[in-house]
């Protein structure tokens, strides 16, 4: 069954402060690794997809990156405004084209 | 551009009432529809998905069921409500085939008293 869990559950960082939120996922062959950010109350909006280990995509504050067991979305110099859940998501080879989530990384930014 | 619209936003209703909750896709066309239900500590769970009228594949045994009545409309009901239906509801589309994200919508907060 494929699985993906985050880390941490939660996390406090000061307006400024770098940090890495983990992704770890088991599936039986990677089509896609996704992140999502979601704000209270909203749906999720797209961040970003990454297809093989090695590969990594940017976009202003956040960097993703892919290894075969686990992605990393980095957080630098954050800001409150970066305050949100951050949702990762697999997609496996084979069978339905289905996102299997995991629960999410609550990141709180104080100014 | 495309667009995806749910309603309601947020929604009481008694135990054992009927539900119905509505999904509309605009600006494209053969779209993959998405039923999740997000409930507290659990993460997003995949309730039914549907790649054509009429094709709905359903991921969890429940009380819930869906219906695409139309390419782009995608319809979540229950004919009697139990309380752990509680939830934030989201439909989600993609273009299809592997690789494809998902756009969510705006999503459903459901309490069942």
């Known amino acids: 069954e494929d699985q993906v869990t985050q880390s941490p559950e939660a996390l406090r960082l000061q307006e400024g402060e770098s940090s890495s939120l983990n992704c770890s996922y088991t599936?039986?062959?990677?089509?896609?690794l996704f992140w999502y950010r979601q704000d209270p109350g909203k749906g999720p909006e797209f961040l970003f997809t990454?297809?093989?280990a090695g590969e990594e995509k940017e976009k202003e504050r956040l960097k993703a990156t892919l290894t075969k067991k686990e992605s990393f979305l980095h957080i630098t110099a954050p800001k409150p405004e970066d305050s949100a859940t951050y949702l990762c998501a697999v997609q496996a080879s084979g069978g339905s084209e289905k996102l299997v989530f995991g629960k999410g990384t609550k990141l709180t930014v104080n100014p | 551009s495309q667009t995806i619209h749910q309603w309601p936003a947020t929604l009481v209703q008694p135990v054992g009432s009927p539900l119905s909750l509505e999904c509309t896709v605009e600006g494209t066309s053969n779209p993959n529809l998405y039923w999740y239900r997000q409930a507290a500590g659990r993460g997003l769970q995949l309730l039914f998905y549907s790649v054509g009228i009429g094709q709905i594949s359903s991921e969890v045994p429940q009380n819930l069921s869906a219906s695409r009545p139309q390419d782009r409309q995608f319809i979540l009901s229950s004919k009697k409500l139990l309380l752990s239906d509680s939830g934030f509801y989201l439909c989600a589309w993609s273009g299809g085939g592997f690789g494809e994200k998902l756009f969510f919508g705006s999503g459903t907060q459901l309490s069942v008293l």
């Open positions: 599936v039986s062959g990677l089509r896609g």
């Open positions: 990454l297809y093989s």
